[in-house]
């Protein structure tokens, strides 16, 4: 069975800090390490990590694949009080189906106060 | 407001009712997904349609059926369903196996 363990569950920093978070997985036939933030509604996409991508940037937000330990890490510079949401970390492997669902794990609440 | 569009956004229905989730996108994508998220917990895989093909059922019960007229369109019947059912219902979709999967805002599922 598939797993993914996000840590920490959650973290409450001040805005202008920069946090790391982590992503560890087991999964057969990985294909992709998805991240995303979830505030009261839909899931926003924000990176996709495969093997041929293992960094990935976006302004403030970068995100690397380290598929020798199985990780992940999602760093955040400068936070701002928008950046809180919940951070959700999932897999998806490779099937014969055509198209795979994901596996998330339970995700890190991150709380920043002004 | 995502690109896929979910209705209704909040459903509450009685556990003998009959009612219907609906799911609509204009991506282009061929392929769909069915979610379900109990509060305080990540969403969890339901169903996979591929080139409206179901290609992944991860074991739920018969009370949920879903189904994919068009390419475009997915919905997921209810029927007879419990209390315990009482969740927010996602849909995702994806252009194919190498692009990321794109959420709707979801149905609020209240059963009484």
């Known amino acids: 069975e598939d797993k993914v363990v996000q840590s920490p569950l959650s973290l409450v920093v001040h805005e202008g800090d920069t946090v790391t978070l982590n992503c560890s997985y087991e999964v057969t036939n990985f294909r992709s390490l998805l991240w995303y933030k979830q505030e009261k509604k839909a899931p926003t996409f924000l990176f996709m990590l495969?093997?041929?991508?293992i960094e990935k940037k976006s302004g403030r937000l970068s995100s690397i694949l380290d598929k020798k330990e199985l990780s992940s890490i999602l760093n955040i510079t400068a936070t701002q009080t928008g950046d809180s949401a919940i951070y959700l970390c999932?897999?998806?492997?490779?099937?014969?189906?055509?198209?795979?669902?994901?596996?998330f794990g339970k995700g890190t609440h991150l709380i920043i106060q002004p | 407001d995502t690109e896929v569009t979910q209705t209704p956004k909040h459903l509450v229905m009685g556990m003998t009712n009959k009612k219907s989730l609906k799911c609509e996108q204009h991506m282009g994508h061929r392929a769909m997904y069915w979610y379900k998220q109990k509060a305080k917990k990540p969403p969890e895989l339901m169903f996979v349609?591929?080139?409206?093909?179901?290609?992944i059922n991860e074991s739920v019960p018969s009370r949920f059926s879903p189904e994919c007229p068009n390419s475009s369109l997915l919905n997921l019947h209810l029927h007879a369903l419990q209390p315990e059912d009482s969740a927010l219902y996602l849909c995702?979709?994806?252009?194919?196996?190498?692009?990321?999967?794109?959420f709707g805002d979801g149905t609020r599922l209240s059963i009484l």
């Open positions: 495969t093997s041929s991508g």
């Open positions: 995702a979709s994806s252009q194919d196996r190498r692009q990321p999967q794109h």
């Open positions: 999932a897999v998806e492997r490779y099937s014969g189906g055509g198209a795979d669902g994901l596996t």
């Open positions: 349609y591929s080139y409206e093909k179901l290609s």
